[in-house]
């Protein structure tokens, strides 16, 4: 009886201490800074893709965009991702990389879409960059590295130029670190399998280019900055045998020839399709 009575103060002794511990909290002042730093990341978010659509031809071609796009769509629809969300820009540049922005732009090189040999491998990128996204990676990265002060003063007019340029250098030519990259690949995985894409290609991919010449790293950006790619390659492979999924087709037959066609022709992917 005894040792009951001793449960139930302990019981109440907790209850009370964390309600105290609560009522600490300056929850005002946290919901104030949730809200800045939500309108930094959207005005962050525009600033920078403005900034990459100046310097580069965005793609318009809607072959290209309209393929990207379904493979996008079909990741979202399938892990119960918004993907009104998302904003997928393809730019026309031979660098073989592709990386997020602070408020879900997406950005991709059709250097990267030249270097995939399938349709998975590149939906296999696409999911990867998805995931930083949705695990918040990006601004966590940005805040860790460049401070959200300096972040916030730059959306209120009063940051750099050049500042601007080290934080899109920041998000397009270096990695995240090695736990943010593993939740991003096991992410991607579970984001393909679930939409019946085979995940497998995007280990291939992985390891494929994770081998190729150091004289090629001018264009491999993607991959040298993400940081053991042929182990990574190895695991993404063998996590991908333990999912149950039905693979089916990414892209309509002969699309995604034809898109590669195009690409390596060297044909201007800036033009609209007719």
Request: aromatic letters at 8%; proline letters at 3%.
């Amino acid at each position: 009886m005894g040792r009951i009575w001793l449960q139930a103060l302990l019981l109440v002794a907790l209850f009370f201490g964390m309600y105290h511990t609560l009522r600490q909290v300056d929850w005002v002042n946290l919901l104030e800074i949730r809200e800045t730093a939500d309108k930094t990341e959207k005005k962050l978010g525009d600033m920078l893709w403005s900034m990459f659509r100046k310097s580069d031809r965005e793609v318009k071609d809607k072959l290209v965009t309209h393929s990207l796009d379904s493979i996008l769509v079909k990741l979202c629809d399938y892990n119960d991702i918004p993907e009104e969300n998302i904003r997928l820009h393809v730019l026309e540049k031979d660098e073989v990389n592709a990386f997020a922005l602070p408020d879900g732009h997406l950005v991709i090189y059709t250097g990267l879409i030249a270097a995939c040999e399938s349709p998975e491998e590149l939906a296999g990128v696409m999911a990867h960059e998805l995931a930083h996204i949705e695990l918040d990676h990006v601004m966590k990265k940005l805040v860790k590295e460049i401070g959200l002060s300096v972040l916030v003063s730059m959306t209120t007019g009063s940051g750099g130029g050049e500042i601007a340029k080290e934080v899109a250098r920041t998000l397009s030519s270096s990695a995240f670190d090695r736990q943010q990259e593993k939740e991003a690949d096991i992410a991607a995985v579970d984001y393909m399998a679930a939409a019946d894409i085979d995940p497998e290609p995007f280990g291939e991919f992985l390891y494929r280019l994770g081998g190729k010449s150091s004289r090629m790293g001018e264009y491999l950006s993607w991959i040298s900055t993400h940081p053991d790619s042929r182990e990574r390659g190895e695991y993404v492979i063998s996590y991908a045998e333990e999912k149950t999924y039905e693979a089916g087709p990414v892209l309509g037959i002969g699309t995604w020839s034809r898109i590669r066609e195009q690409l390596t022709a060297g044909i201007p992917a800036s033009r609209s399709s007719q």
